[in-house]
């Protein structure tokens, strides 16, 4: 059988090997999301994000949403709107790509 070890092989086999050891060493661990929605005055239903997403603590998720239930009203604060526009990146051909991953980490094709 015949194994090729090019300059494109080796970095994509080291990016496999350690997101493999990432997934093989994972301890999961239990968590609580806050899922809030309200009704506004024009019979709107809107969902309530929380900054903090997950609480790996159950009684302060188990107190948050007791704060939350007993509430009737919610004030709005401040209304944040963005316009994010990403350009996609320029396509690198081999030898670029090999150019900008060497000057980048510091080595020649060698290593």
Known sequence: ???SYGPCQTPTLGF???RHDTIQTHKPEPYWVLQVSVDTKDEKRLNLEWERIRCFDREVAVMFLQTVKGQTEAKVISVTT???QKEKPLALNTVE???VASSG???GPQH
Request: aromatic share 0%.
């Open 16 to 18: 496999c090997v350690d």
């Open 1 to 3: 059988s015949l194994i």
């Open 105 to 107: 980490l510091g080595m």
């Open 97 to 99: 790509l090999m150019r």
């Open 82 to 84: 963005k316009e994010k």
